[in-house]
């Protein structure tokens, strides 16, 4: 078996060539206007998003609802975090990070 990747009902897959925070055209867009407005002044490098990928935070934040994740989250934030940013579904997850302004969880 393999997959058509022409057929529209496919189009749910990701573009992997992309990073998640790049995958509409108006975040790419959006990303590329901030990293080219930033001063490039050598005191901090320009970027493209304004939060860190954190492989450890994005890990935690999927599985917080398991231990021992759910005791590192809490190491981690001193707390739970607040319940609006807290794991909720893999659609919703999607729709954040592909959509959000502030998210871009690979």
Known sequence: D???FSNPLLACFRD????????????????YFKYNSLPQDGFEPPFHWGTHYSNPGAVLY??????????????????????????????????????GQGDCKE
């Open 62 to 99: 999927f599985l917080v609802r398991l231990e021992p994740y759910t005791s590192l989250h809490i190491d981690l934030h001193g707390r739970f975090d607040h319940p609006d940013r807290q794991f909720y579904s893999i659609g919703q997850s999607y729709e954040s990070s592909t959509k």
């Open 16 to 31: 992997l060539s992309r990073p998640i925070g790049a995958q509409l055209e108006e975040r790419a867009e959006n990303a």
């Open 2 to 4: 393999s997959l058509d």
